[in-house]
């Protein structure tokens, strides 16, 4: 490998600084965005840990946004189309990731392993720089964003899994920010209104469609990454912060 991107290691070192705006275990309270020491890592693990049980979380999942930059300097993040043979969300575009096993030390570990076995991503060539707070599926999974840095992208070699993995593309992040080639459809849920996003991507002749869980992790990292909001009014999900099992008023 040559050179790092300068891109790149400014992002790595901003993205280090993130701290999540909340945990598990009181998810209506937001944190100031301090620094995360480097032992971030661990320390957030071993919170959500700790208050997964206390939150009524069935299982807890991590996913891969990995960002390398493209040939136009842009920052990009690889994605999945799930196999059409998978008993759940087949065919559907997801971020590399999966459910927590039992020998998984944390929330980087399994989505790191998860990357492996679903692209090929050797865990080695990811720099991970943060992870981000929890998503709340209503199913009782939290889903945890864990964003790592592919400073080298001719070095992965991807290899889908066939069995769960029909197509790796990626796409640019900046687009989760913009108003263009998006739809929303407005949903109701216990008295909660809110917005689920569809963004279409074409790739070469193939045509994506990135929408619910991953669009909403995807609008995050974006926010995040480029630090301002979308063009475009969000309106997540309330049950996402686990706001349904804490009496916050509806919307």
């Not at 059409?84 to 030390?105: F, Q």
Request: glycine share 6%; charged share 25%; proline share 6%.
């Amino acid at each position: 490998m040559g050179e790092k991107s300068q891109k790149l290691l400014s992002l790595a070192q901003q993205l280090r600084l993130y701290k999540p705006l909340y945990s598990l275990n009181d998810p209506t309270k937001e944190q100031q965005q301090q620094g995360v020491p480097e032992e971030g890592r661990n320390s957030v693990s071993q919170n959500l840990n700790s208050t997964t049980e206390s939150a009524g979380i069935n299982n807890r999942a991590a996913v891969l946004i990995c960002i390398f930059e493209g040939n136009d300097s842009d920052m990009r993040v690889i994605l999945t189309k799930r196999s059409s043979t998978l008993s759940s969300h087949s065919g559907e575009v997801a971020l590399p990731g999966g459910k927590r096993e039992e020998g998984d030390a944390d929330d980087i570990e399994t989505a790191l392993r998860e990357a492996k076995e679903e692209i090929g991503l050797d865990p080695s060539l990811v720099d991970v720089v943060a992870v981000l707070e929890p998503f709340i599926t209503l199913r009782g999974i939290a889903v945890v964003p864990v964003v790592g840095i592919l400073f080298d992208k001719r070095a992965f070699v991807p290899s889908p899994n066939t069995n769960e993995v029909e197509s790796i593309f990626d796409v640019p992040l900046e687009m989760f920010l913009k108003d263009e080639n998006r739809r929303a459809e407005e949903k109701q849920r216990m008295g909660y209104k809110y917005l689920l996003h569809f963004f279409d991507y074409q790739s070469g002749s193939q045509k994506f469609v990135i929408w619910a869980l991953t669009a909403g992790i995807m609008i995050r990292v974006a926010s995040i990454v480029y630090q301002r909001a979308p063009t475009f009014s969000e309106q997540r999900p309330p049950f996402w912060t686990g706001v349904f099992k804490k009496g916050i008023p509806k919307l």
